[in-house]
């Protein structure tokens, strides 16, 4: 496999590992839920390397589908390289504006993306998907970047039309196209195609062709409504010559499962099927037998009938009332459907550029069309985090007075917690009692750490010490937030035999302490791993 070379790719390839871990600071007054919480929705304010790093021990692996819509490049973005790898070479570029004129801009966002992208791969579930924007600029390069860095697990490339007519500030052609670029974390992921199953018995119909079955032409399910996707409501002729329109079965306006351009071609191949159900006209695709006795309809890779930019605009505006709240968003409809293909109803989504809060806008819309309850987990950098990517979230869940869509109108239900990205957790500042960690971050911390599993806060009980279980151990952490009482604190003999008898499941106990006063035979009968902090942390193999 080819593999793509940039300024600065030796110094940053390994930058993840690097990153310290930061506190989630919880902020009440900016949540949506009567309890802020890690497992819930989730919206981080705070730099995306840093947060991705702090979410790692709680979603390491857990995340199904990720969607991002990072920096173009375009060079009028005004976007910063703020990473602060140790190089004169990168803390040359910090704080500095990327911009058309800069003759290392490409290196720089290279920079910028791989440690990020590696991140982002150790969230993902090994069934797990990554969908991500971009446009002609650095389209080839994350190809080539996401190659290395998802082993070549290429899933595909979608075009999305994302406007119509315009062009004129283009050069030669009329831009009316972005990409989105697919990968999977391994083998294990799975596209879910939309399927119609049919029975031999269920090809009843016949033409001068052979047998068929009639299948609705008008879209079912979840994304049956015409705003899920506006370019897929119009009309049809019937046989009588009246125009016929999608409906969903409760009488709103829907859309077909097909674009004007495969209807056109159903009637072409005398593929369309028309029966009357009292005064109305129902249209039918013919299935032939021959096609099998199940069939898959696989999405295109041109997304030509989506919601376009301005249909994005519009809903934006919609929901706050204003114009120009947000440039250039993605429309929700297009990433619902990249989470509605790839996800359970109880799957994570993480979109660690959120912008707008598009994202969170297409789960909760998932949701309430078939009752899941998928999670979002949004992290935006900017400042407007609370006013733009909260602000929508919140009024999206308790409904858009006077919006066009009823749904959106009504609510679409849910909470989300909000957090701030607190300070680093430095476990040196144990030794001089400078900038202590909260029990609860120490206990996250460590945990993933020394045993790289999914810490349960739930599970943590602080008065007995109790951190959580992982495969091989209990976790244990004697530990305050006090340099007095760390410097009086060790595993004793006495403490030890609190903790209780070893479990008939062979599992020892794993304790962090700042010393102890037991010998190795002591702890052996006790079945207990002693790990001094702040240093022996790393010590025990994941």
């Known amino acids: 496999m080819a593999t793509l070379d940039f300024k600065g790719k030796a110094l940053v390839q390994n930058y993840h590992l690097t990153v310290k871990y930061h506190e989630l600071v919880p902020k009440k007054d900016k949540s949506l839920t009567d309890k802020v919480r890690l ?8 730099d995306n390397l840093k947060a991705l790093k702090a979410l790692l021990p709680t979603y390491a692996g857990r995340v199904k589908c990720i969607y991002v819509d990072a920096p173009y490049n375009t060079g009028n973005e005004g976007w910063v390289y703020n990473d602060n790898v140790n190089s004169p070479m990168i803390q040359e570029w910090l704080g500095k504006t990327v911009d058309r004129d800069d003759l290392t801009r490409h290196d720089k966002w290279l920079c910028m993306m791989m440690p990020r992208l590696k991140l982002l791969r150790e969230l993902l579930s090994n069934d797990g998907v990554i969908f991500a924007s971009i446009d002609n600029i650095e389209t080839h390069h994350m190809r080539m970047l996401m190659d290395e860095v998802f082993q070549g697990h290429f899933v595909g490339t979608f075009i999305w039309r994302k406007k119509e007519g315009g062009g004129q500030t283009d050069d030669y052609f009329v831009t009316e196209h ?95 099927h028309w029966e009357k159900k009292g005064d109305t006209w129902v249209a039918y695709e013919k299935v032939r037998f021959e096609e099998g006795k199940a069939r898959k309809i696989k999405e295109r890779s041109i997304l030509f009938d989506l919601a376009t930019t301005g249909d994005a605009t519009n809903t934006l505006t919609d929901i706050f009332g204003k114009k120009d709240v947000f440039e250039n968003p993605k429309p929700f409809q297009m990433v619902k459907l990249f989470i509605e293909r790839t996800t359970a109803k109880d799957s994570i989504v993480l979109d660690s550029f959120a912008g707008s809060g598009t994202t969170a806008h297409a789960t909760l819309a998932l949701n309430k069309e078939d009752g899941g309850n998928r999670k979002f987990i949004l992290v935006e950098c900017e400042d407007y985090a609370d006013e733009i990517t909260a602000e929508r979230v919140r009024r999206v869940i308790k409904g858009v007075r006077g919006a066009s869509d009823e749904d959106l109108k009504k609510g679409l239900g849910g909470t989300f917690s909000y957090f701030e990205l607190g ?39 602080e008065k007995r010490q109790f951190v959580g279980e992982s495969k091989n151990h209990e976790v244990y952490l004697f530990y305050k937030p006090d340099i007095d009482h760390l ?47 702040p240093f022996e942390i790393y010590k025990l193999a994941r």
């Open 39 to 46: 497992d819930d929705n989730l919206i981080i304010h705070g």
């Open 178 to 272: 972005e990409y989105v670029q697919v990968y999977a974390k391994s083998e294990e992921f799975e596209w879910l195609d939309e399927s119609i199953p049919l029975e031999e018995a269920d090809f009843n119909k016949s033409d001068k062709e052979g047998k068929f079955v009639a299948v609705k032409l008008a879209k079912w399910g979840s994304g049956a409504r015409r705003e899920d996707r506006p370019k897929m409501y119009f009309p049809l002729e019937a046989p009588d010559g009246t125009n016929v329109y999608p409906k969903t079965p409760d009488g709103r306006a829907g859309r077909w499962r097909v674009g004007k351009a495969r209807a056109d071609l159903l009637v072409e191949n005398d593929l369309m």
């Open 423 to 461: 300070k680093p957790i430095e476990l040196e500042s144990i030794l001089d009692g400078k900038n202590l960690p909260s029990y609860l971050e120490l206990a996250r911390y460590v945990f993933y750490t020394a045993t790289g599993e999914e810490f349960d806060e739930r599970k943590m009980n």
């Open 487 to 533: 410097k009086k604190t060790a595993l004793t003999l006495e403490r030890a035999e609190e903790l209780g008898k070893p479990k008939a499941n062979g599992k020892r106990r794993l304790v962090f302490a700042p010393t102890k006063y037991l010998d190795q035979e002591q702890l052996d009968a006790l079945r207990i791993d002693f790990a001094q902090l």
